[in-house]
């Protein structure tokens, strides 16, 4: 059957595989692509391998090869090297610099009446109550607590594994 995606790499692009090939500071897994598309190469000095023959021999399956021939096909080189090809996630930060601090303050305050410290969801539901934010998790104030070391007499020194202030 006649491959649907046939691999024919330029001077350049040989030199480049060959290159990341030799170097062996890459990623593992782009080291790997690169020899793959050097042996399935079909080009004038190209192996030409078979795809069977190329899994056996870098232990990945006939899948990977074809994938990785399809991605050479259609986005190029540098795109059949990267095994990651989708969009960079970019998380919008929930607290902003002025959040932090208020939020640090509010941790380092005095814990509400009946209560011997702040737990997170304690310090959570005030900062919504006092407007700072219209939401937040628990987990995002455990997460900002944690970067902190605030120190009203040692009393507050960062969240617990429990999710709670150390006493003051």
């Known amino acids: ?27 593992a897994r782009t080291i790997m692509h690169a020899q793959v598309l050097l042996k ?31 991605v050479m ?9 990267d095994h990651y090809r989708g969009p960079r996630r970019e998380y919008r930060r929930k607290l902003d610099g002025h959040q932090e601090a208020y939020l640090v303050a509010l941790a380092c305050s005095k814990p509400p009446e009946g209560r011997e410290r702040w737990s997170l969801r304690l310090l959570a539901n005030r900062m919504v109550e006092l407007g700072y934010v219209d939401t937040v998790s628990y987990n995002t104030v455990g997460r900002v607590l944690k970067k902190t070391t605030c120190s009203p007499g040692a009393a507050c020194a960062g969240a617990s594994r429990r999710g709670r202030m150390p006493s003051s």
């Not at 046939?6 to 030199?15: A, F, I, N, S, Y």
């Not at 096909?73 to 090297?81: D, R």
Request: aromatic fraction near 2%.
């Open 40 to 70: 399935a190469d079909s080009g004038p000095h190209g192996a030409g391998w078979t795809d069977q023959a190329i899994a056996d021999a870098f232990g990945v399956s006939t899948v990977t090869v074809a994938h990785i021939r399809t």
């Open 1 to 27: 059957m006649p491959k649907r995606h046939v691999v024919q790499l330029t001077g350049e692009e040989r030199q480049r595989c060959m290159d990341v090939v030799r170097a062996g500071s890459a990623p």
């Open 73 to 81: 096909a259609s986005e190029g080189l540098e795109a059949a090297l």
